[in-house]
C-alpha cells in the first residue's frame, strides 16, 4: 500500500516537474536543477561534485529516516535526509 | 630546506602516498578522514632535503571546518604543493585543485589509483589536462610505488599556474570543459559482484549483512581477545611476573609506604592483580593483561573493515537510528569498542567531528555500554538463574542508553553537522598496511593510556590509606536500604566499582541477595560511575569540566533507575 501511494504520489508530481531526491525511487536517474539552501552547503556540495546539470543517479533509502545514497559520477554519495529534501531533481522516465 | 605539503580531497591514498615518499607509516584506511592529525617527514632526492607535509583531506579551502582550515593554513606556508588526485572522481577532484590554483603557489598534480581507473575504463588524457591547468600531471599508484620516482622529479618542473579567478558557478564550466576535453567515460553493465556490493546499502539486505558483520566481529574480538588472555597473558602474569613480584616485594620490606605504592596491599596474605593496587601489580596487570588484548583484537578487527570499506556503509545504514540521540553513523564504532573495553572505546570517539558529539557518546558509552568484563560479571552473578534476569539487565541497559540518548539530546546543544559522506569503493585490505596500522594504534594506546590509567591508579591507592571509601559508603547506606532495597553492605561495592567493576561484581557474591536486588545491583554498577582507566580517558579526552557533567549524569541516571526498578520488579 504505501509503495503504491508513494507512486503515486511521484506520478502526479512529476506532471509539474521539479522534485526532490527524497521522491526519486531507487534505480531512478535525474538531473540535479536547483539546491535550496544556504550559502554554505551549496558551496560544500560543490566541492563534491554536485551541482545544477549533474545526472545522478538514486541508489537506495534507508530506512527509519536514514540518509539516501546517490551515484555520481564514479562515486557513491551518503546525504541526510534533511539535504537530500533540499536537492530539486528532475526525474528521467 | 624547501616544505612540501600534500593536499587532495579526503580518500585519494594521501596517507599512502606520504607513506611511500618518506617511508614513515602514517594511518590510512579506506574511509575518509583519517588524518586528523598532520604528518611530517624529511625525504631526500640526491642529497638535496624536502620537509614533506600531509595535510588532512579537504574537498575545498574556504571553509569553516577545522581540517579545511588547517589545510589552507598550511598550503600557504607551502614552497611546493603536490594535489593528490584520485583519478577515478577526476571532476569532484577538480574543484580543490582549482582552488589550490589560486593560492599562486608552485604546484604538481599526482594524479593517484591510475591502475584502477585504467581497469575500470576510464580513459584520461594526461597532456591535454597538463596543458589546460598549466601544471605538471604525473599518474602514480601510490599503494604500490608505481610513477613516484618520476614524480620526486617532477617537483623542479612545479610551476605557478597562471589562471584566472573566477566564481564557483564559472568554475564549474570550467571543470566541465576540462573534463569533456580529457575524459572519456566508457560504462560497463553492472555485474553480480556490483550488484552485492549494493546489496550491503540496500535497506532490507543491507541491515541484514550489518547484523551478520556486527555479530561476526564481536565474536571474532571476543575469540581473538579471550584467546591472549588465556594462553599467552595470564600464563605469563601468573607463571614468571608473579614470581618477580614476590621477590620485588621483599626487596621494598624496608620502606612500607613504596611497597604499597609499587606493590599493593596484599589480599588473603597474597598479592592479587586486580585488588592490590600497586603501580607494578594491578598497574600493570590491569592495562597489559585485560585492557590491551581486546585493544589488538577490536583494532585489527577495525582495521579489516576500514580497509574493505564496509565501516562508511555500516554508518549509513545506522545513520537514521543514530540521528534520533544526535549522533551519527560513525558512532557505531566508538559503541563497538566500547562493548570490549570503554578505554579504546572513548578514544576513538575521535572520529566523530564535533565536541558535543563525542561527549554523547562517550557518556552513553560509559553509561550503558557494559565492557567485556561487567558482561562477564553479569554472567557470573546472574548466569545461575537462567539466561532470563541477565537478558533483562542488557535490556535495561539498552533501554537507558536509548532513553539518555534522547535526552542528551534534547538538552545539550551544539553543532551538529548534517551527513555529507563519501562511499569508498570496496577494496580487498593489504596485510601490508593492516599490520602496520595495528601497530600504530596499539602503541598509541599504550603511549597515551598507560601513564594516566597508572597516575588513576596511584591516586585511588592513595585514597585507599585514608578512610574516605568507608566513610561514603556509611553515609549513603541507609539511601540503599530505603530506596533502592539493598542491604547498606552493596554502598560499599559500588563506591569499590569505580577501581573495576569486575572487583566489585565479585564482592557482590557473599552478599546472599535476592536475584532482585542482584538485579538491581548488577544494572547500578554497570551505569554507575566509570572504571578508574575510563575516568582518567574522559578526563584526558574531554577535559575536567565535561567529565564533572559526565559523573553528574552518571549519578543521577543509575540511581534514578535503580529507583525505579525497585519500584516495577
Known sequence: MIVLRLKRCIVSKTADSNNTLIEMLPGQIGTVTEIDHGHGLVRKLCSMGIVPGKKVMKISQILAGGPIVIRIDDHDLALGRGIASRIKVKIEK | MKKIVLAGNPNVGKSVFFTRLSGIYAVSSNYPGTTVEISRSQISREGEKFELIDAPGTYALESDAEAERIAGKLIDEADIVVNVIDAGNLERNLYLTFELLEKKKPMIIALNMWDEVQRRGVKIDIPSLSKILGIPVIPVVATTGEGMKKLLHALDQAQVPTLVPGSHQERWQEIGQVIQAVQSFSYKK???????????????????????????????????GEGLINYILDPFFYRFYYPFLLILDRYFSFSPFLRTILIGHLVEGKIDFEQSLGLLSTGIYVELGVVLPYIISFYFILGLLEDTGYLPRLAVLLDGFFHRIGLHGYAIVPTLLGLGCNVPGIMSTRILESKTERFIISVLISIAVPCASQQALIFGVLGKYGTLPVMFVYFILLLVWIILGFILKYSIKGYRPALILEIPPYRFPYWKTLIPKLWLRVKGFLKEALPIVSLGILAVNLLFMTDLFPYIAQA??????????????????????????????????????????????????????????????ILKELGAKKLIQGIIIMLFASTLTGLLLNLVL
Do not use: H, N
Not at chain 2, 559482484?193 to 574480538?221: M, N, Q
Not at chain 2, 554507575?528 to 575510563?534: H, S
Open chain 2, 190 to 224: 553492472p555485474t553480480w559482484v556490483d550488484r552485492l556490493k549494493e546489496a550491503t546499502l540496500l535497506p532490507v539486505s543491507g541491515f541484514l549483512i550489518g547484523l551478520v558483520v556486527l555479530y561476526g566481529v564481536f565474536w571474532i574480538v571476543r575469540f581473538i
Open chain 2, 476 to 537: 549513603v547506606g541507609p539511601f540503599f536500604q530505603k530506596y533502592l532495597g539493598l542491604p547498606s553492605e552493596v554502598s560499599l561495592v559500588l563506591v569499590l566499582g569505580f577501581l573495576r567493576k569486575d572487583i566489585a561484581m565479585g564482592l557482590l557474591a557473599p552478599l546472599q541477595l535476592t536475584v532482585k536486588q542482584l538485579i538491581i545491583s548488577a544494572v547500578m554498577l554497570a551505569m554507575f560511575f566509570p572504571c578508574v582507566a575510563t575516568f582518567m580517558v
